[in-house]
Every structure is written in C-alpha cells, then in structure tokens.
C-alpha cells in the first residue's frame, strides 16, 4: 500500500532537487503540496482509485500536474520526473541536508565543484580544505560544515516521535483485529514519548504467538520482513523499524513495564523492590521474603503481580507510574510519597496561541485556520504570523504597517464566527541580543505577543541565556516561542541555562511555550520539569501553518506530561478569559 508519508516524502525530494538546479517556483509548489498530502486523513491510494487524477485535484495546493504525478506513483510506484531527475543529481540529498547549513543549492554547488554525493564525500572535502575553495564559500562555512557532519548522522539513526507515533498506532489498530491477540501496547522510548526514537516496539499478549506473528508480517503496510520466529518478529514499515514481541496473558504487565524503560527508571525500581523481599522481572513481581537464593531463576518466588503493569507497582504499595515519567529523575520517591502528579490529558487544551496564516508563511486564510480550529474543537486561537526580523528569510515577515493591517482582518473575521475566540498576536522576533522586532506601541496594542529566537542560535551560553532573559523580561512578551530553536536531527539549536531563564520567565509572568511541532518539541520534558518546579507558566502551542496541524498538539502535551505538568500549570488549558487576564497581569 502507498502511503501519504511515502508520497509526501517523494514531492518532496523533487523540490529539493529542483531548487538545487535553481529552479524557480516549482519547488514551493512541490512543498506545499507535499504538506497538504502528509496531512491528509484519506490515503491518497483510495482517491486516486475513486477519481484518479481529478479527485486528487481537489486537495489544496494539487494541481493537474502535481496530481498526475502522484497518481504515476501510486500506480507504478515511481515518478519518471523525480528518476530523471536523480540521474541528473546523484546525491543523498536526505543525508546531506541534515548538516546544518546546507540547503539543496548547497548540495547542488557542491555536487557541480566537486562531485560531493555522500556524507563521507562532504566530510573528506571539508577535511581537505576543497569547500572553501568553490566560490560563495569560506573557510567558515567549510568549518561549520564539518561540525555538523556528526549530528547528521547521529540523527539519521533515529526517527522523529511525529514520524513514528502515526505508525505505531496504525500498528495497534491492525493488531486490535487480530483475533489471536487479547492485549496490545507500543512499550520503549514510544510510549515515554520521547522525541526522538530508534524503532518501534510492540507488544502483543497471545496464547497463539504463531498466529499473531505471522499476521503481523502479513500486514499490507510491512515493506520489508527482517525477521520473523514463532514469538517475535521484526519489520520496516515506511522506513521505519517496528519490533513485534509476543507474552503470554498472565504476564504482559510485567512485560510491558520491563519494555516500557526506561532502563534507569527500572533499576532503580528494582534495587527498590529488593529492599523490600520482591524481585522484578519481564516475567512477574515474586515475593522472595523467604527464598534462600532468589537468583535460582527468573519466576523463583511467590507471584504477586504481573498480569498489569498496575500489578507490579501495587506489589511494591506504589500507586502506577505514568510512562512518560519513567526517566529516574525522582519519580519512584514521588510515588511513595503518594505525590503522582495528576498529569494533563491530551482533551485539556482549549486553544492555540501560535498560529500561522498565508500572511507569512502559514498555508491558509485567517478564516480558514479560525474554521479549523472549530472544527478541531479549540474554543480559541491566536493568529501570530512572523514579524519582519533575524531570521526571516524570503520577505515572509510582516512589518508593523502589514500587522496593523492584519489586526483589523483579524477583528473582522472574529465578529463573523460565533464558535471560536480570535486574538491578534504577533510571533516577534529575538534578536541576538534579547531586543524584540517589532515597535512597542504595536506590541501593546496586540492582544498576544510570542517572541522567539530564529537566528544567532550559536551563540554561547551566557549569552543565549542573556537573551532569552532579555526576551521574558520585555514589558509586552506574552508567551517565549520555542526557546532553543532547535530542528531536531536538523539542528540542536541553543545552550542556555533553563534555571536562570525559568525562574526569569517566572518572575516576569511570562509563559514558556511548548511548541508542539514533532521537529520541534521545544521546550523539552526535563526542562519543562524545571519550569512546574519553579512556578512558571507553560503553554503547549502547535505553531500550526495549517489546519491539519492542529492535533499535533498532543506531541506538546506529552512532553508536557515528561515534565510532570499539569492541567493547571498549562496557560491555554483555561478559557479565553484567563489567557486575556494572564496577558493583562
């Protein structure tokens, strides 16, 4: 089955080849369509089998020849185009512009000067002193240029949680009608909602290991078996691994905490059971109080829990441990204390106050996005388009004559809808040293201000943290956006120091944004942690430039979760009141 990711990732390839041979326009198109198709809820397959290249017409941003090209692909399962045009580029252009700074024109030089393909082509060039020497380089860039390399390739090893969760739950809703399996759960890094992961692990309860394995690789969404033996198995779905492993009934509790990690949440967990006469395992919790050598084997002992992952934390009198919170940063004391925090619920956040519409770079009218947020269930929403500033390139920011003008489109719009709150924000820009890119009297008048660093994302600590501090403390700052800047396994973006900047922020009455985009999930948990601690105040945006962006807010909320944040710690989970009454405070 062709898959919207797949088709998505294709369009997207042919952009970038295309902007590497300088061609204008098309690649933007193939973007925008390429976003349109990833969001989509039906499968591109099912409408081109309904009504061809017409009924993909009807999708935003498809044209007739972008439409026709897709439907080459679902039907053949290649586009001439796109092998065309590798033939003419020969480059692992997803490997190469993973390096910080190398854009598909980038690629595209470098590939004409010097033949780079590979990312061992770019690190021996760059060791060589070759880059500098092609013209529009320097010895700086060739600098940066290796630094980066590592990264890149750390990061092509692990998957974005965006990338992998759709994938893991459709592997649960397949699973779901297997009819040899009684219980079925995502455990590892997934279900902790890290940002990042290596695979996906699976774990299925079955008296008929055999049955659930081999409909596991009979799914029509498996690419590629690795392996497959009577209890487990293991496969590539849309590039990315997913491991099946099969338990019996009595014991998918104990299993799924063991699988679930984090591999010092459970040591730490078990050194706890020890002092307490009871051995944990994948296989069960055993009292062993009264066993002389309880190492004897791996059920030695009187089973008291297992069968739940509720049972194997009652068989030490704790009460369950959410997954996300099973990172060993104090979690086990906290449950004996009997203070779990009652963590927020992905339905608790009631609006968005970073948004982007077709007036910078988003890809919808102010009405469509307000309509969308309806539709998505927000009560409100913030229109916060870019200022004009560092970091905004090809002319998409507004200047403050452009934002006026927009505030009162916004106001219009909101007088139309009944169903939805509209607030007029900004998403100004932090400049390099905390100044804020947008004139103060327009900032005031503004209902919603998120400043955010999208430049100078080098600097050094101090400095970083002074600019950020800078931000949090300027008079008209509502919320700080995406405090690091970082792309992850783009870019690693700021070092700063959390502390100073958290109890900053909290000082100020200014929130710290968990931005909810899966290449972004920036705040992250452990310093999300810091902020609850401190008092700050957390809001979990989408930055959404489209309305199908909207449910990625739940990727916000876990990482919220990690954090052990509550509904009340989160600005947006009140109603448009209270987010007014916090920004007039």
């Known amino acids: 089955m062709t898959t919207n990711a797949e088709v998505a990732d294709r369009l997207e390839e042919m952009g970038d080849l295309l902007e590497a041979q300088d061609v204008e326009f098309k690649p933007r198109a193939y973007r925008r369509a390429a976003e349109t198709i990833r969001g989509q809820p039906t499968p591109v397959e099912e409408i081109v089998e309904a009504g061809g290249v017409e009924a993909l017409q009807e999708l935003e941003h498809v044209g007739e020849a972008i439409a026709s090209k897709v439907a080459e692909y679902v039907e053949t399962g290649e586009i001439e ?154 496969t590539r779905v849309a590039g990315v691994r997913i491991d099946l492993r099969t338990v019996v009934p009595e014991e998918f509790g104990s299993a799924l905490q063991y699988f679930t990690g984090s591999k010092d949440h459970n040591i730490t967990l078990r050194n706890y059971a020890i002092d307490r006469g009871v051995k944990l395992n994948e296989y069960g919790a055993f009292d062993v109080s009264g066993i002389d050598d309880p190492d004897a084997g791996q059920r030695v002992g009187v089973r008291i829990g297992g069968e739940t992952e509720e049972s194997m934390y009652a068989a030490l009198d704790l009460p369950w441990i959410p997954p996300e919170m099973r990172e060993d940063r104090g979690e086990i004391a906290a449950a004996a204390a009997g203070e779990v925090p009652d963590l927020i619920g992905e339905d608790a956040v009631r609006g ?169 999930l920036d705040l992250w948990g452990s310093a999300v942690g810091t902020a609850v601690e401190a008092g700050a105040t957390i809001a979990i945006n989408t930055d959404a430039h489209h309305p199908n962006e909207f449910p990625n807010v739940r990727y916000g909320v876990h990482v919220a979760r990690r954090g052990w944040a509550e509904a009340a710690d989160v600005l947006n989970t009140g109603d448009v009141e209270a987010v007014r009454a916090f920004v007039e405070e």
């Not at 998120?450 to 008079?475: W, Y």
């Not at 900047?501 to 009455?509: H, P, R």
């Open 81 to 234: 185009e796109l092998e065309e045009l590798r033939d003419e580029l020969p480059v692992d252009m997803e490997a190469l512009t993973r390096v910080e700074g190398v854009g598909p024109k980038t690629v595209g030089k470098l590939y004409d000067a010097l033949g780079i393909r590979t990312l061992d082509d770019l690190e021996a060039a760059a060791e060589a002193g070759e880059i500098r020497e092609v013209s529009g380089f320097g010895a700086k860039t060739e600098e940066n240029i290796l630094e980066g390399i590592e990264f890149a390739r750390q990061s092509r090893e692990r998957q974005l949680l965006g990338d992998a969760r759709p994938l893991a739950d459709e592997a649960l809703s397949y699973l779901a009608g297997v009819d040899a399996a009684d219980r079925w759960e995502v455990a590892g890094s997934i279900r902790r909602w890290r940002a990042t992961i290596g695979d996906v692990d699976v774990l299925v309860a079955t008296e008929e290991p055999e049955s659930v394995v081999e409909a596991f690789v009979d799914w029509d969404r498996v690419d590629d078996v690795i392996e497959a033996g009577t209890t487990k198995a293991s």
């Open 352 to 520: 968005d106050l970073h948004t982007h519409t077709e007036w910078s770079d988003g890809d919808a009218t102010i009405e469509a996005l307000a309509r969308g947020a309806v539709e998505y269930g927000h009560d409100y929403l913030c229109i916060s388009d870019h200022a004009t500033g560092p970091g905004m390139v090809g002319g998409v920011g507004l200047e403050d004559d452009e934002l006026r003008e927009q505030m009162a489109e916004i106001r219009a719009v909101d007088d139309d809808l009944d169903d939805v709150d509209l607030l007029a924000g900004v998403e100004a820009n932090v400049d390099a040293d905390g100044g804020v890119s947008v004139a103060d009297d327009l900032l005031a008048d503004l209902d919603l201000v998120v400043a955010s660093p999208h430049s100078a994302l080098d600097q050094g600590t101090d400095a970083a943290t002074d600019r950020l501090i800078a931000a949090v403390e300027h008079p008209h700052v509502d919320v700080l956006g995406h405090p690091s800047g970082r792309l992850l396994n783009r870019r690693e973006g700021m070092t700063f120091d959390v502390d100073r900047v958290v109890e900053a922020a909290a000082d100020a009455g200014t929130a710290l944004e968990i931005n909810a985009n899966p290449s972004r």
